[in-house]
């Protein structure tokens, strides 16, 4: 036969068409059911809890005196008596577990009362033949986090690069500076949070605060190398840049770096016309592109990737950097994030052993579904994968990204049951 | 007879025994289900803050007495190991169908086959959508959940919906087509 094909709204149709099921029972006889139901589970209500306080006394009778013959085996020796505590604990745990289980029993007394005491009989027999391998059995999740937290101490701190909406105080705005590397090849947005003045806009404190950036610190190029005067007008959203005098920008380099840097200051604050000024004099030397007055709007539509950029070899912690290029879907721009781009220095962000499959849920929701032998764990080169990933999406417009299909639930400070928000800005970085 | 009982079965008591027939997929159960679910009504109504609609907070009371149900029926080890996981796990059954959808056309009641297949979760989310048709926020108040997760569950519930359909017609498309006709 052939495949029949279903759509979507189709399924959504047939859901909806699924026939309506009535009760017939009238009101009066459901009333009086329900009445005789809740007479016979007030009546067996005492026998569960009774049960199972009998199982715990039982319990306890067999394991203490097992956990004493240990003891007195152990002597000097401080492992063996790390494990009795061990021992100990889980002993105690498995109680409890036990009495929530009968608890809840409890609540469904339909269930014939003979079973539920046989089951409980045949309970701490089998709980004996455990004690023997009872960290293998006991609660082995716990037992893995410790065992992780043992090799791994730092797992429990690895911290995200971006800024996220949970890190901004009331008081700060959040600054986002594009500043060149030492081959003034890439551009990297590094963000600051400062805290907000009243009578300044965004784009005055953006001025103010640029000669606060610690680029060499940071192991980047810098940001205003000829020492210009910024003046924003705010009414008519024009952008002055003033040049000292004498200034000739003689490398091509140089210029199209203060090219890039102003287009994306005007991307970003929505200036109108940025003008170039040589000591108050209209018009700047610029290398090969001669004497320049002013700064044009360049289309910025096309998307960008976020790749990981290292400045030199001792660099742990990569800088995320997006390349504007040509993209024609968020998916697209996955798979160009598994290469990376050699000629910039731009590694790949998402490494070749994470496959995974991209679906849009909405406008605002990617869901990002790994594959069952995607290597996902709680260590900072995963965490900042999933950064790569979140700043992409957020380029897509996106606001969250579910990820599903992992083994873990939580990468720093990411839940993963939960969808995560993308982050307010990449590469946070604290100004003096 | 209590007078919160008699206003809550008018007002709600078909909705939320169609929405237990469709988690639990068994008539009688779903009966049985209904007392706990008033009892358990009645002991909390004073404590009801009218922080959610009447309306969630029965149906949110109704999806914990059928999870309950499916726990009991499986054995205590399970319910340790799965205990981990639940969200995750798929309850089978093996229930007739009921006449009601037996009527149905074999789209139908392949689709209602199909709801088996997909776990508690998904299945919840898709009776409270589309058969009790609440909105993606009441969904949301009745489960304590976020919007997001609705949508991303309901995302999911229908892709793995069209994936059973489509196994199952390539699988027995024509035999069911069969015993339709004989029938």
Known sequence: MKKQDWKDDHIEELLKQLPKITNHISKQDMYQQMMIYKEQKKRKRWLTPSVASAVAVLLLCILVPTMINFQDSAGSNIDDSEQENQL???????????????????????????DIVKDEEVDPQEDIDQTGDIYAQ???????????NNEQPVTQQIEPTAVYAEDIKD???????????????????????????????????????????????????????????????????????????????????????????LTDMMADFNIEKIDLLTDGEQGVEMGNEGFTEKIDQVDTSNKSAYYFYYPNEEWTTPFLVPFREKINSVTDAFAAMKKGIETYNLKASIPNDIDFETEVVSDEQL?????????????????????????????????????????????????????????????????? | ????????????????????????????????????????VLKSYDKFEGKSSEKTWLFSIARNVAIDSFRKQKGWKQKI?????????????????????????????????????????????????YIQE?????????????????KTTQHRALKALKKN??????????NSEKTRLER
């Not at chain 2, 008699?6 to 929405?19: N, P, S």
């Not at chain 2, 089978?92 to 979760?121: A, L, T």
Request: net charge negative; charged share 30%; hydrophobic share 35%.
């Open chain 1, 88 to 114: 100990a604990s889980n002993a105690t745990q498995q109680k409890e577990e036990n009495d929530e289980i009968t608890n809840d029993e409890s609540n469904h007394t339909q269930g014939n009362t003979e």
């Open chain 1, 138 to 148: 006991n609660d082995q999740s716990e037992y893995t986090t410790a065992n992780d």
């Open chain 1, 171 to 261: 008081q700060e705005e959040v600054l986002t500076y594009s500043i060149p590397d030492h081959n003034v090849q890439n551009f990297i947005p590094i963000s600051v949070m400062v805290n907000k003045e009243a009578d300044l806009s965004k784009m005055e404190l953006f001025i103010n605060h640029m000669s606060d950036l610690k680029e060499a610190e940071w192991g980047l190029g810098e940001l205003n190398p000829f020492n210009a005067d910024f003046h924003y007008d705010t009414s008519n959203q024009v952008l002055a840049v003033d040049f000292p005098a004498a200034t000739n920008i003689s490398s091509s380099s140089q210029s199209e770096a203060i090219k890039e840097i």
């Open chain 1, 367 to 432: 869901l990002i579904t790994f594959e069952d032998d995607a290597d996902i764990k709680n260590d900072e080169e995963t965490l900042y994968t999933i950064e790569a990933i979140l700043l992409t999406a957020k380029e897509f417009e996106y606001n969250e990204v579910k990820l599903e299909n992992t083994e873990i639930d939580q990468i720093g400070r990411f839940d993963l049951e939960k969808e995560i928000q993308v982050p307010v800005a990449p590469n946070k970085r604290d100004l003096p």
């Open chain 2, 1 to 40: 007879m209590d007078s919160v009982f008699d206003e809550l079965y008018t007002k709600y008591h078909q909705d939320v025994f169609q929405f237990l027939f469709y988690m639990v997929r068994d008539r009688e159960l779903a009966e049985d289900l209904m007392q706990e679910v008033y009892i358990r």
């Open chain 2, 81 to 129: 190991i799965e205990k981990f996981d639940w969200s995750k796990q798929q309850i089978k059954d093996e229930h007739p169908m009921p006449e009601e959808v037996v009527m149905q056309s074999q789209e139908i009641q392949m689709i209602y086959r199909c709801m088996e297949k997909c776990s508690v979760d998904q299945r919840t989310v898709i009776i409270m959508r």
């Open chain 2, 134 to 150: 609440l909105s993606i926020a009441e969904t949301a108040a009745t489960l304590g959940w976020t919007e997001s997760k609705v």
């Open chain 2, 165 to 174: 359909m489509s196994d199952m017609w390539e699988k027995e498309g024509l």
